[in-house]
């Protein structure tokens, strides 16, 4: 049966209110595993655990802020007693802030970097604490195409993107050891809020599709934008026994938009 290895788990979802994170909760639930739902945004989270309840799925939410270390960590030692021992953590939280390296605020840079690489470290630190006793879990970092790709104007989400890709890759490395997986999905254009908000004109699908030559940006060669859900299955490949022997692995759910690199 495909996706073994998620059915019955306790798997724990960050920024799980967003465009991404809601799709990975669905995609793990879905699967059997009893997912605990973390985010910021409260009202986000009654929605989803609502939306579980409605589909029988077993959804708990959690709210917290990934960017507090130790809130988080008393949220991930709740979910621990309350929920079981974590066996998958997905990494999902993330914000962007635009602007030109030379009219970006130290507060914008700032905010991106707390929650897109100080969050994906905290979060991965306090769960790995209780995988490592065990000798087992999964952990998936989200992280972006834009990680290994400069974009004008998005320096702080790029670099916020490279940096947690490589800390989801030293960590996988430094927990090898104890047969715990690290892995990063890095979606390109995703069909999410954060990317509609780049959007200034009715032009801005077919722009991103095509590219934008004033940008220095390629478009998609395979002419669709992502869904939520593509992001989420990857999420589910890499969380499942189908990937017990991938790790530090960096899998690119973009159409092409990077060409390989």
């Not at 910021?40 to 077993?58: P, Q, S």
């Not at 914008?108 to 490592?132: E, I, K, P, Q, Y």
């Not at 859900?229 to 026994?241: T, W």
């Amino acid at each position: 049966m495909l996706h073994t290895g998620i059915h019955g788990a306790v798997a724990v979802v960050t920024g799980a209110a967003g465009g991404i994170g809601s799709a990975v909760v669905n995609a793990l639930a879905e699967r059997g595993a009893r997912v605990a739902a973390v985010d910021l945004d409260a009202e986000g989270l009654e929605k989803i655990v609502a939306t579980g309840d409605a589909g029988g799925l077993v959804i708990t939410g959690y709210p917290s802020d990934v960017t507090d270390t130790r809130r988080l960590s008393a949220t991930i030692d709740a979910i621990e007693r309350v929920v079981g021992p974590i066996a998958i953590l997905v990494n999902a939280a993330g914000i962007m802030r635009t602007a030109p390296i030379l009219d970006l605020s130290d507060e914008d840079w700032s905010a991106v970097l707390a929650v897109n690489t100080t969050g994906v470290f905290a979060a991965s630190r306090a769960v790995a604490r209780h995988m490592l006793p065990r000798r087992r879990g999964c952990i998936v970092t989200v992280a972006s195409n834009a990680a290994t790709a400069p974009r004008m104007g998005m320096a702080a989400y790029c670099a916020s993107k490279a940096a947690s890709t490589m800390v989801t890759k030293c960590l996988g490395l430094e927990l090898a050891r104890y047969r715990i997986r690290c892995n990063i999905v890095s979606p390109g254009s995703t069909d999410t809020a954060m990317l509609r908000s780049l959007w200034t004109d009715d032009s801005g699908p077919e722009t991103t599709l095509s590219g934008s030559t004033d940008q220095f940006r390629l478009g998609i060669p395979l002419g669709r934008i992502a869904t939520p859900s593509d992001i989420a299955n990857a999420v589910a490949f890499l969380a499942s026994d189908e990937a017990r022997h991938i790790t530090m692995h960096n899998l690119c759910v973009d159409g092409g938009a990077t060409l390989g690199s």
